[in-house]
């Protein structure tokens, strides 16, 4: 028998109320499972069982208050003969419960469904920007207005205000940076946020039928619709794709790979060599890895060096800090590192910002070559490709060598054609021309 | 220090917001990512706490669906209460035993940065024994309500800065028979950005956090 008791939840907490019973007398319990609640001062807290076992009378009812350590059920261990093997964990230590931390392992409480809420008609915000009469803004601006302003590259005098006074509100640049540019025929759904209660559905598209399924976008689908929305407008996007003989990093890649993982116990890819290549090609080319900021260009003395990680349902570039000063070891290192972490959902926020430049590796899905988005506030990404053997013409005769397509989506505000290519031809001349050792 | 990532969801439905307050607590239960504090403004809505009372409801359902009015059941602690725009709602969703293992220290705390915040626009806020939340001579101005599994929170406060108080008509707040008030009807015209950002600072002082505003761009 093990006593359950109302848990102390705190220094000034002598008594609380039991609310709700989750289990009823003769219920199997397992050690950890949510067994009642309480609340206490406003906090509504569940508790878990302390063993496993049935679970006796229950000797305070709904609703009774109870002192601490009270004792307010209690529990048979081992079930009522239970036919032998299999389940019931063996014989728990018979220690009295001790006072149960407030754990309990309410499964991720399954959200209700999300109740397609009749939309209030209040706050159908118009979207009044085709009003295109010029002005200063009207009122003051709050700070978090100039900011947006200025990391968008938003004139604040295209913006209609609807705030206070005609005050311009983060709402009115969130319309505004969603409306399509200029003369844009018609163009698909752009990303809408949230402007109706019930988010992301346009207004009037909404009707679910029988041959579709709406579903509210999460969080991180908005962001990185709005992210891919703004970088698009802010950005003049350009890609250029140069072909990489990857033959000397395969055979060094090959030699090595084996005793790595033994070592490091993690497979050598392709992903750190590029990596390398490029920190390399960046510090030739430093206005590659810099930013802009209205009218000044902003060049990092440092290189932070961002790696797109695709994750279950979105993606997240967390960021190798100071990557010039690691080798192919230690860039692979954290890759694996922050790939996995991301995938747990575990980066720090730091580990997620102040990147300089990103790589995005579309190559492990089977890709050759594609078109990246730049990760703003940065002026270029690279696009790898993926590693394939091919037939190539050397010196008039054909030669098997391992290839791939590296791609360079660059911001022509900033980096001239040219430029973009000197720079994608510095990654590609030391990865053709691999001297580095790599353990 | 610790860390607290701050992220500001804006206007999004209640079920929908519990449904990111979940998913980050249960996170949080096996151990993984790091303490948040989320700001929400939720259409309107009036949720029902695990101490509810029927008869704090004023209303029938139909009246309230006619108003425009979405009715819940949570399992915060606390009664009866409204939600919906002018107000600031946030959802503290933390380990506590990073910090005090102590629901009482917790809910004294979150009433300490509500007073400390309305100190900064010139309220004169205060508890009153008793009865958790945050009270003015004019009225409650804030109102708590927690919920506690595995001593990790979710649900939090919701501070009126303009709310349309008309709407508190169809409940009794909180089972008191007591007048509700907002920072606009104290005559204090706050722009709700400069109230989070007072939320943000006090929370952190009070907490012991590092606080991390979330980072446009975050996501590619």
């Known amino acids: 028998m093990t006593d359950v008791v109302m848990p102390q939840m705190g220094e000034s907490i002598v008594e609380g109320t039991l609310t709700k019973w989750l289990k009823k007398t003769g219920d199997k319990v397992e050690r950890d499972e949510p067994l009642f609640e309480i609340s206490t001062d406003k906090v509504d807290t569940e508790i878990p069982s302390p063993a496993a076992g049935t679970l006796g009378e229950l000797l305070v009812q709904e609703g009774q208050t109870v002192q601490v350590n009270a004792v307010v059920a209690r529990i048979s261990e081992g079930g009522n003969g239970a036919p032998a093997a299999a389940a019931p964990p063996p014989a728990q230590p018979a220690e009295p419960a001790a006072p149960p931390p407030a754990a309990a392992a309410l499964p991720a409480v399954a959200a209700p469904a999300p109740a397609p809420p009749p939309p209030p008609a209040q706050e159908i915000k118009q979207t009044e920007a085709k009003d295109k009469e010029t002005r200063e803004p009207a009122g003051p601006l709050s700070p978090l207005v100039r900011r947006m302003a200025r990391e968008n590259n938003i004139d604040l005098s295209q913006v209609t205000g609807t705030g206070a006074g005609g005050r311009i509100t983060k709402e009115d640049l969130e319309t505004f940076t969603r409306q399509p540019v200029a003369s844009a025929p018609a163009p698909r759904t752009s990303v809408t946020r949230a402007a109706s209660p019930s988010p992301a559905v346009p207004i009037g598209q909404a009707q679910p039928t029988a041959k579709t399924r709406i579903e509210p976008m999460s969080n991180m689908r908005i962001k990185i619709a709005e992210h891919m929305v703004m970088s698009k407008r802010v950005s003049a996007h350009v890609t250029t794709v140069h072909r990489v003989d990857m033959t000397r990093v395969a055979k060094m890649r090959a030699k090595h790979k084996d005793d790595f993982a033994a070592r490091y116990g993690m497979s050598l890819t392709f992903l750190p060599f590029v990596a390398r290549a490029t920190v390399e090609a960046l510090g030739a080319f430093p206005i590659v890895n810099a930013s802009i900021d209205g009218t000044n260009i902003i060049y990092h003395n440092e290189i932070h060096l961002g790696i797109a990680v695709a994750l279950e349902n979105g993606l997240i570039v967390p960021v190798i800090r100071n990557a010039d000063e690691k080798n192919v070891l230690g860039l692979q290192r954290s890759i694996v590192d922050l790939a996995s972490r991301a995938r747990a959902r575990q980066l720090k926020p730091d580990e997620i910002q102040g990147g300089t430049f990103s790589i995005t590796n579309f190559g492990s899905f089977g890709s050759v070559f594609a078109t990246p988005i730049i990760n703003q506030p940065q002026v270029a990404i690279l696009g790898v490709g993926t590693v394939e053997k091919v037939p190539v013409v050397i010196d008039d005769a054909i030669a098997i060598r391992s290839q791939c397509y590296l791609a360079l989506t660059f911001d022509h505000r900033l980096i001239d054609g040219a430029l973009g290519d000197q720079f994608t031809g510095k990654v590609k001349s030391v990865l053709e021309n691999w001297s580095e050792e790599v353990l | ?220």
């Open chain 2, 1 to 220: 220090m610790r860390d607290c990532v701050v992220e500001d969801l804006g206007r999004i439905g209640f079920s929908e917001a519990f449904g990111i307050q979940s998913k980050i607590a249960s996170e949080r239960k096996q151990g993984l990512g790091v303490d948040r504090l989320l700001f929400v403004e939720h259409p309107h809505v009036i949720t029902i706490g695990r101490n509810g009372h029927e008869e704090n409801l004023l209303a029938k359902e139909a009246t309230l669906r006619r108003a425009g009015i979405e009715l819940h059941e949570t399992d915060r602690g606390g009664d009866v209460t409204y939600h919906g725009p002018g107000q600031i709602v946030a959802y503290p969703i933390m380990d506590l035993r990073e910090w005090k293992r102590d629901v009482g220290a917790f809910v004294r705390a979150i009433e300490q940065v509500l007073i400390d915040t309305l100190e900064d626009f010139r309220i004169e806020a205060r508890r009153i024994g008793g009865l958790t939340g945050v009270w003015t001579d004019a009225g409650k101005i804030a109102a708590i309500g927690v919920h506690l599994s595995r001593w990790v929170s979710t649900h939090g406060w919701a501070l009126n800065v303009s709310t349309d108080l008309e709407y508190f008509q169809y409940i009794v707040p909180c089972g008191l028979s007591r007048p509700v008030t907002s920072m606009a009807a104290l005559g204090v015209d706050a722009n709700i950005e400069e109230v989070k950002s007072a939320l943000i600072a006090h929370f952190g002082q009070i907490f012991d956090f590092e606080m991390q505003r979330e980072i446009v761009g975050l996501y590619i």
